[in-house]
């Protein structure tokens, strides 16, 4: 007999179905062969069946039994075709009642004993189910919370195979006899912008044009390199600019959630991403590490920093090539990772925070101290960031020595709870403004967005003309000016851009602009 059960594969960060085909035969020697491009995964799962099929109070009859997982051109990975298997086997061998489930995608790894075991990237399926219109959706009970966030589908948690044998073996009876699993309820998440309390802008001495130039890249979505001695609190902005960012909206909130879900980096305590994700890679981080890669496709820090912020401290210590594979990232917001069996395309739209020394020792251009360096020293430091990567880091930043009268007086310093505010209040104009476009902040304008939404009178345009040649600016070292002359204008509620707020921008590029 043949048994259809539907369940999902995820490719990249997207879900496709795959139907699993169960067909006992009586014919031929007893076997248990499944077929369609299985890994060590799948291939293992016939053991994995087998037990939770005895243990649970039921038989794996002694035919020939074969699975198929289609499309068969597609490569199946991982555990999660154990529960539909197992399901399918039930139904094929008659211990379960043969019924139409086409309606309903299964998906979850089997202990030996029957439990149904917490699976990586289910929230990518539970979108392909909604999205292809089937009505339930069986995943295991240890992955509600992550399922929890899409509405307008039945999201059935499974405890163990017997369970689930139950929820269909007594679906005829009367409603007081039956053992039905209950599906659970969708749960509206509340966003927030906390991340450690330990960091708070209140507590950094001094810096208050660092502070001001990173109010405006979080409120923008600007990338930041800042530049200093050791010690002036470079490390202790960048740790503290979490604290004001600006609130995930919904969407951004599953976009990043499904990232996590697919590197397996979500957990019970932590089964939803709330808040913009902090990723802080060292620098002796890989290619494949910072980027993404593997043989089978697996997202990098870029990716997991997406909608988020990603912290390279001792930025030019990182190795060349792997600070020049983010240059097509930084500007187009995603990566794809091509293979022999087919590309994935994996989002990365993060705020870069980059911290460095100005040389060697650190102190090139100190007020108090000597630096030590040749100067041949510091020029091959210096270039150890090409100009293009530099060209697309929209604000550099000096980070001067904080000065003794700083450090031992009294001091009082804004909150990171009210310069969030302000963040808040500019990001939502910018809400406002891109409603119906693709895109959230001013940092992702492309040049048309920038003609429509970044007009300049002609004292601005002139400020920029001078800019220009003064600066020696590239063209897109003279777009994204201009960008973060429109965030200024947000944070101060300024519907135009004025000639101020671009002076303010022009202040955040180097002297000499590669």
């Known amino acids: 007999m043949l048994a259809k059960v539907t369940s999902a594969a995820v490719i990249g960060l997207d879900a496709v179905p795959i139907t699993v085909e169960v067909d006992i035969a009586a014919m ?27 243990n649970s109070g039921a038989d794996l009859p002694p035919k020939r039994i074969t699975v198929n997982l289609a499309p068969a051109d597609l490569p199946k990975e991982g555990p999660a075709y154990d529960l539909p298997i197992a399901l399918g086997i039930l139904m094929a061998s008659e211990q379960l009642t043969a019924r139409d489930l086409s309606d309903s995608i ?14 990586w990237g289910v929230l990518p399926c539970v979108l392909l189910a909604r999205e ?32 689930l044998f139950n929820h269909y073996s007594t679906s005829h009876l009367p409603e007081i006899n039956r053992k039905q699993i209950v599906p659970a309820k969708f749960q509206k998440q509340k966003f927030t912008n906390i991340h450690d309390s330990e960091y708070d802008f ?41 604290t004001i960012l600006p609130k995930l909206t919904f969407e951004e909130s599953l976009e990043v959630t499904k990232i996590y879900s697919v590197a397996n980096l979500l957990n019970q305590s932590n089964p939803i991403i709330l808040s913009r994700p902090i990723r802080s890679p060292h620098h002796t981080t890989s290619n494949i590490g910072l980027i993404g890669g593997g043989n089978i496709p697996r997202p ?21 090539h792997v600070l ?27 705020t870069l925070i980059a911290a460095s020394n100005p040389c060697p020792c650190g102190f090139f251009g100190d007020e108090t101290r000597n630096c030590t360096c040749m100067p041949h020293m510091i020029t091959r430091y210096q270039k150890r960031i090409s100009g293009p990567i530099l060209d697309r880091i929209d604000m550099h930043i000096s980070v001067p020595a904080v000065k003794v009268e700083k450090l031992t007086g009294k001091f009082q310093a804004e909150s990171s709870s009210q310069i969030q505010k302000r963040v808040q209040r500019a990001r939502d104009f910018q809400l406002k403004r891109f409603k ?61 851009i004025q000639s101020n707020h671009v002076a303010e921008a022009l202040q955040y590029r180097p002297q000499v602009d590669s």
Do not use: W, Y
């Open 324 to 350: 020049e594979a983010l240059r097509q990232p930084m500007e187009d917001g995603h990566v794809t990772i091509s293979r022999a069996a087919g590309s994935v395309k994996f989002p990365c739209r993060f």
């Open 202 to 242: 209140e507590n950094i001495r001094g810096q208050e044009s660092a502070k001001r130039a990173l109010e405006i890249a979080a409120a923008g979505g600007h990338n930041v390199l800042m530049k200093g001695p050791p010690g002036a609190g470079k490390t202790l902005m960048a740790r503290s600019f979490a």
């Open 28 to 54: 031929g020697l007893p076997s248990f062969t499944i077929v369609g491009l299985p890994d060590k995964a799948v291939e293992e799962s016939k053991e994995r069946v087998r037990a939770a099929l005895k």
């Open 300 to 320: 990098g820090e870029i990716s997991l920093a997406h909608r988020g912020v990603l912290f390279l401290d001792e930025f030019p210590e990182f190795p060349r």
């Open 436 to 496: 119906g476009l693709k895109i959230t902040s001013n940092s992702e304008m492309n040049n048309k967005q920038l003609k429509q939404f970044c007009n300049l009178d002609d004292q601005s345009i002139l400020l920029l003309k001078q800019a220009i040649s003064k600066l020696n600016l590239s063209a897109r070292a003279f777009h994204r000016v201009i960008k973060i002359a429109r965030t200024i204008a947000d944070l101060e509620g300024s519907i135009k």
């Open 106 to 119: 299964f998906l979850g790894e089997l202990s030996l004993d029957g439990s149904v075991r917490r699976i």
């Open 132 to 163: 292809k219109k089937f009505i339930n959706c069986f995943i295991p009970k240890e992955n509600i919370a992550e399922a929890q966030v899409v509405d307008k589908i039945n999201i059935f948690p499974v405890a163990n195979l017997k369970q």
